[in-house]
């Protein structure tokens, strides 16, 4: 459970409590929510993933791959490998049926010239989105318990981690290709 049902949200900040018990019911809330949001986030973007390939009759790893691309805005090629779990080869393989439909492109890395990089064309992927729609009318619902202030903070609160874990994400992807190219 998130929080103990005698206390809300408005409770643990309560002025009765000392600093440090504040603190540390915060820190475990933020600990929970985190753990929560991202067991769940992961298993609905899995879930969505495999249920939008099959409609689109694509493979599961390819759609993946997209995502990836979409999310980052390019990758090179040895990065979206790793990121898939697909070898030099079955990446290459990957990357082929892609620009052949017309979803991605390879270019260089505008860094460096000698690595290819490959983006996704987001006009040709705009139909390849999970409709939203049950969605966002359910998290609509939860919201209205939520006076416009509160969605505010939260709103800002997300934001906030939706940036820090695409910074967390690229510190990750080159720590990643550091490693590999060390033992290379």
Do not use: W
């Not at 609905?44 to 249920?51: C, G, R, T, Y």
């Amino acid at each position: 459970m998130l929080v103990n049902d005698e206390i809300s949200h408005h409770d643990l900040a309560s002025s009765t409590q000392s600093p440090f018990v504040r603190r540390v019911a915060q820190r475990e809330v933020v600990r929970e929510l985190s753990q929560q949001l991202g067991r769940n986030y992961a298993a609905f973007a899995q879930v969505s993933q495999a249920v939008l390939a099959q409609q689109q009759a694509m493979p599961l790893t390819d759609f993946k791959a997209l995502e990836f691309l979409l999310s980052f805005g390019s990758l090179p090629t040895g990065q979206l490998a790793q990121l898939t779990g697909l070898s030099h080869g079955g990446i290459a393989t990957l990357i082929s049926r892609l620009e052949n439909a017309g979803l991605v492109t390879r270019d260089r890395h505008p860094e460096d010239r000698r690595i290819v990089a490959i983006c996704a064309d987001h006009e040709q992927c705009a139909g390849l989105s999970f409709p939203m729609n049950q969605m966002e009318e359910a998290i609509a619902g939860i919201a209205e318990r939520y006076s416009s202030r509160e969605l505010s903070i939260v709103s800002s609160f997300l934001e906030d981690c939706a940036k820090l874990l695409h910074t967390f994400n690229m510190q990750q992807l080159e720590t990643a290709s550091q490693a590999t190219a060390a033992s290379s």
